[in-house]
């Protein structure tokens, strides 16, 4: 079976961190170095909107269930300490993408702009090396 990497991000943070950058980092230099991370890894990137971290059953909520979510936690590598990238949602997604400070690509607020053509991605990334990647929700 395939291990999956999950990485969830709940409420925002009073502060941005820099966890964001530093996984992609540490993904894009594994992958510009010719290196396997994982043979075959599935890497699944999930973002909700005001999900706190006990909101799900892997992480000891004893009232909602999420087993499906609770299976994939099981199976592969969580990162517990991931943090919102910008204050509000679009420049929050569009750090989770591209491992840049929001001022740095120009979206700053809610539902304005969008990332430039020549912006490189995590997805565009991944894709150069051989995954399918895909997008769904917002």
Not at 63 to 73: E, G, K, M, V, Y
């Amino acid at each position: 079976m395939r291990g999956y990497v999950i990485l969830s991000q709940g409420l925002v943070a009073a502060r941005v961190k820099n966890l964001i950058q530093s996984i992609s980092v540490w993904i894009m230099r594994h992958l510009f170095s010719n290196e396997d991370i994982i043979p075959a890894t599935n890497i699944i990137l999930t973002m909700c909107d005001a999900l706190g971290y006990g909101d799900v059953g892997f992480n000891g909520n004893p009232i909602i269930q999420t087993p499906n979510l609770d299976r994939l936690a099981v199976s592969g590598i969580r990162f517990s300490r991931f943090y919102a990238g910008g204050p509000v949602c679009s420049p929050t997604r569009g750090t989770y993408l591209t491992g840049r400070h929001y001022f740095r690509y120009g979206i700053t607020h809610a539902n304005r702009g969008h990332l430039l053509a020549q912006e490189i991605t995590l997805a565009r990334v991944l894709k150069s090396h051989g995954y399918t990647t895909g997008h769904f929700g917002k």
